[in-house]
């Protein structure tokens, strides 16, 4: 059965940090683009973080540039995503996501083929 969960989410103020991280079991990602997605309520999924399968190339929407930073351990099959300066914006349910066998970075959700079940964020002013 193959699974992807999320950790590492809970309230914080502004301006503080968070580290969240995926780990994946079932079977190997390091095939895998991978992707972090924040969803708030009333509001559709958008990517925060995408990071390809090999040579860890990155993609950042302009809001996230600087703030967040995506990175993954092939080797424990586990993807992160450091956050930074946090923004009451930046709260939503972040979801850690693949692209099965497909190495290339893409920022539709459509795109990703396994998700994880979400991890709460809260930035509070």
């Known amino acids: 059965q193959v699974q992807l969960v999320e950790s590492g989410g809970g309230l914080v103020q502004a301006g503080d940090s968070l580290r969240l991280s995926c780990v994946a079991s079932?079977?190997?990602?390091?095939?895998?683009?991978m992707g972090w997605f924040r969803q708030a309520p009333g509001k559709e999924r958008e990517l925060v973080a995408a990071i390809t399968c090999a040579f860890s190339k990155t993609h950042y929407p302009d809001s996230e540039k600087g703030r967040f930073t995506i990175s993954r351990d092939n080797a424990k099959n586990t993807v992160y995503l450091q956050m930074n300066s946090l923004k009451p914006e930046d709260t939503g349910v972040y979801f850690c996501?693949?692209?099965?066998?497909?190495?290339?970075?893409?920022?539709?959700?459509?795109?990703?083929?396994?998700w994880g079940q979400g991890t709460q964020v809260t930035v509070s002013s």
């Open positions: 079932g079977r190997t990602f390091s095939s895998d683009a």
């Open positions: 996501a693949a692209r099965r066998y497909r190495c290339g970075l893409s920022t539709a959700a459509s795109e990703y083929d396994y």
